[in-house]
């Protein structure tokens, strides 16, 4: 199969849509990151999409719909904070789980009696998702466990032969995946940090707690997506925390083959002087979370390891970060 990369335009959201409605697999641009697209009533289209990705196949997917998509169609209570949640944040990065009506394919949730909905900012994503007017399930457009794609080139690097089109929107500006947030009790609950912080939802709705599973109790994980590796870099990996940056340098010293450091702007001197290659997260939460991806798929590229030092900052927008860099870099204490 030829992969085409287009430009959205009239034409090619009606392509879109024929690809979509006939069982096929469209990847969107959103705000966020790029998703791999299906129609979420078709069973045989969101099976494809987990077999495309090789996702494991107890990972729900979210189902996106445009701005004025009737939700009494898909989710089965909404309450009020849930309304006021979606006023002050959407459309844009944060995706909400609801009570599904059990309508759209019992795969998209495997299993789970919720339904996470997503209504993305992303003009692009908002034209193909009005052209075609039926819930969309998208998960981010990359082989399961590797990096999420930022720029329709990434999608394209792990999808070239295996899907017909990327819409190309341009580079995401967010960079990192959206919040995920339960809203089925009676406080929010986020099961996957991002761009919408907790402290942001709790300023609109009083409170937000933090999921953390507890496996030992023998829970069923909420969020099953939580619980794998993922984000990595086709490279080995090596994560310090800021503290240790000495011990990273020395590191970098004694290491063999092409090493480059991941790193924040700020202590980006005292790896370049040594003559290592340093790819730079920049200086702000925001900026850190727009290059995260492009730089880990560029480490695979210019490197036989990778050596990510954590930022210093911790809360807000770099929860969401450090969730992905911890989970895409294998910690030094882990090695040792
Ligand atoms: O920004 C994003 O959310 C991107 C773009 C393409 O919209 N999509 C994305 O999808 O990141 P994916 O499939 O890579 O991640 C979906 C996450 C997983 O952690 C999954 O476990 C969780 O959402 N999720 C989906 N449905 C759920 C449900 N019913 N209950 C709890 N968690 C759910
Ligand atoms: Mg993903």
């Given at each position: 199969?030829?992969?085409?990369?287009?430009?959205?335009?009239?034409?090619?959201?009606?392509?879109?849509?024929?690809?979509?409605?006939?069982?096929?697999?469209?990847?969107?641009?959103?705000?966020?990151?790029?998703?791999?697209?299906?129609?979420?009533f078709?069973?045989?289209?969101?099976?494809?999409?987990?077999?495309?990705?090789?996702?494991?196949?107890?990972?729900?997917?979210?189902?996106?719909?445009?701005?004025?998509?009737?939700?009494?169609?898909?989710?089965?209570?909404?309450?009020?904070?849930?309304?006021?949640?979606?006023?002050?944040?959407?459309?844009?990065?944060l995706?909400?789980?609801?009570?599904?009506?059990?309508?759209?394919?019992?795969?998209?949730?495997c299993?789970?009696?919720?339904?996470?909905?997503?209504?993305?900012?992303?003009?692009?994503?908002?034209?193909?998702?009005?052209?075609?007017?039926?819930?969309?399930?998208?998960?981010?457009?990359?082989?399961?466990?590797?990096?999420?794609?930022?720029?329709?080139?990434?999608?394209?690097?792990?999808?070239?032969?295996?899907?017909?089109?990327?819409?190309?929107?341009?580079?995401?500006?967010?960079?990192?995946?959206?919040?995920?947030?339960?809203?089925?009790?009676?406080?929010?609950?986020?099961?996957?940090?991002?761009?919408?912080?907790?402290?942001?939802?709790?300023?609109?709705?009083?409170?937000?707690?933090?999921?953390?599973?507890?496996?030992?109790?023998?829970?069923?994980?909420?969020?099953?997506?939580?619980?794998?590796?993922?984000?990595?870099?086709?490279?080995?990996?090596?994560?310090?925390?800021?503290?240790?940056?000495a011990?990273?340098?020395?590191?970098?010293?004694?290491?063999?083959?092409?090493?480059?450091?991941?790193?924040?702007?700020?202590?980006?001197?005292?790896?370049?002087?040594?003559?290592?290659?340093?790819?730079s997260?920049?200086?702000?939460?925001t900026?850190m979370a727009?290059?995260?991806?492009?730089?880990?798929r560029?480490?695979?590229?210019?490197?036989?390891?990778?050596?990510?030092i954590?930022p210093?900052?911790?809360?807000?927008?770099?929860?969401?970060?450090?969730?992905?860099?911890?989970?895409?870099?294998?910690?030094?204490?882990?090695?040792?």
């Amino acid at each position: 199969m030829q992969t085409e990369i287009k430009q959205i335009t009239p034409q090619t959201l009606a392509e879109a849509k024929h690809i979509i409605l006939t069982g096929g697999v469209v990847a969107i641009p959103t705000e966020t990151v790029y998703g791999l697209g299906g129609n979420a009533f078709d069973d045989e289209a969101v099976r494809r999409i987990f077999e495309v990705k090789g996702r494991p196949n107890d990972n729900p997917l979210i189902a996106h719909v445009h701005s004025d998509y009737d939700l009494s169609k898909i989710i089965d209570r909404d309450p009020p904070y849930a309304q006021k949640l979606r006023e002050t944040f959407l459309p844009g990065p944060l995706t909400l789980v609801y009570p599904s009506t059990g309508k759209v394919s019992p795969y998209v949730s495997c299993g789970l009696n919720t339904l996470a909905v997503r209504i993305p900012s992303h003009t692009g994503a908002q034209a193909f998702l009005k052209e075609i007017d039926i819930p969309i399930v998208a998960p981010s457009a990359n082989l399961s466990k590797h990096v999420s794609p930022t720029s329709a080139q990434h999608v394209y690097d792990d999808f070239a032969g295996k899907i017909p089109l990327i819409l190309d929107g341009g580079v995401c500006v967010g960079g990192i995946e959206s919040t995920v947030c339960d809203v089925t009790g009676d406080v929010p609950v986020v099961l996957r940090p991002g761009l919408i912080t907790r402290e942001m939802i709790a300023a609109v709705v009083g409170s937000c707690e933090e999921y953390v599973p507890d496996l030992k109790k023998g829970e069923k994980v909420k969020s099953p997506g939580v619980l794998y590796k993922h984000y990595s870099p086709r490279c080995k990996t090596v994560l310090y925390a800021c503290e240790r940056t000495a011990e990273a340098l020395e590191f970098c010293r004694k290491a063999e083959g092409k090493v480059a450091v991941l790193c924040e702007e700020k202590i980006v001197e005292a790896f370049s002087k040594a003559g290592v290659a340093v790819l730079s997260l920049g200086d702000t939460e925001t900026e850190m979370a727009n290059r995260l991806y492009d730089l880990l798929r560029e480490a695979e590229r210019i490197c036989d390891t990778l050596i990510a030092i954590e930022p210093q900052k911790k809360d807000g927008v770099m929860v969401g970060v450090l969730n992905r860099l911890r989970k895409a870099c294998v910690s030094v204490d882990i090695l040792h």
